[in-house]
């Protein structure tokens, strides 16, 4: 068990630019979720795949925002014309059957 | 809908001292009850869960226990350490298993002092 992995760990870009980011579920994982997290706030939900298959996206889910999980491993979260509103730390977890979700560590956005 | 709220922080204590962080929530059915804790720059960790009424999650000293009738999940240390400055979150998601969102409180800031 080698946890969830998400990269990068930080990325600063300029307003109206886009940008992708990854996540590598623990492996067998077939669940995986993303979440939002702004200053001092909890974790918000964004979108939920089982396996390969997207079953749930949030209304905080714009049509600016666009993720994926082809093979039902690893995820990606894209942001287009990135905003002002989008800095926060981009969470990613996973779980398998009858387990809690384990998170990693996040990726911070900074739009300048 | 579900909804979690927390005791808001941020709380400062001296080291040994007890620890209570309160949590309540509103949801339909029978969820499960988390506890997660976030140190700086990393993501949420399981502290603990309680997944049915009167269940009693524990881990590292902390404890909460599933109070259907009151609707809380109240975490509590009875001697907190420096190491457990973080920021602690309540959580709320389906019954035990489901592949539900969380529904997290907004966080409680702890600081412990030497």
């Known amino acids: 068990d080698t946890g969830v992995s998400q990269d990068p760990r930080h990325k600063i870009t300029k307003r109206g630019q886009n940008v992708t980011f990854r996540c590598d579920p623990i492996?067998?994982?077939?669940?995986l979720y993303w979440y939002r997290q702004t200053l001092g706030q909890g974790p918000e939900f964004l979108t939920y795949?089982?396996?390969?298959?997207?079953?749930?996206k949030s209304r905080l889910l714009s049509d600016r925002f666009s993720a994926e999980r082809p093979k039902g491993s690893f995820s990606t979260l894209e942001i287009q014309r990135t905003e002002q509103g989008d800095s926060a730390m981009y969470l990613c977890?996973?779980?398998?059957?009858?387990?809690?979700?384990?998170f990693g560590d996040g990726t911070r956005l900074s739009i300048l | 809908g579900n909804s979690v709220t927390q005791m808001e922080g941020p709380v400062t204590l001296s080291e040994e001292a007890f620890l209570t962080i309160n949590c309540t929530y509103t949801a339909t059915g029978y969820p499960s009850l988390f506890w997660y804790v976030q140190y700086p720059g990393e993501g949420l960790q399981l502290l603990l869960k309680?997944?049915?009424?009167?269940d009693k999650g524990s881990n590292k000293g902390f404890e909460a226990t599933y109070r259907k009738e009151t609707t809380s999940f109240h975490l509590e240390k009875g001697s907190v350490q420096v190491s457990d400055s973080a920021v602690y979150f309540c959580?709320?998601?389906?019954?035990?298993?489901?592949?539900?969102?969380?529904?997290f409180g907004s966080g409680t800031q702890l600081t412990v002092l030497p």
């Open positions: 977890a996973s779980q398998a059957s009858d387990q809690p979700q384990h």
């Open positions: 959580a709320l998601g389906p019954h035990s298993g489901s592949a539900r969102q969380l529904t």
């Open positions: 795949f089982q396996n390969e298959a997207q079953l749930e």
């Open positions: 309680a997944t049915k009424a009167d």
């Open positions: 492996s067998e994982h077939n669940r």
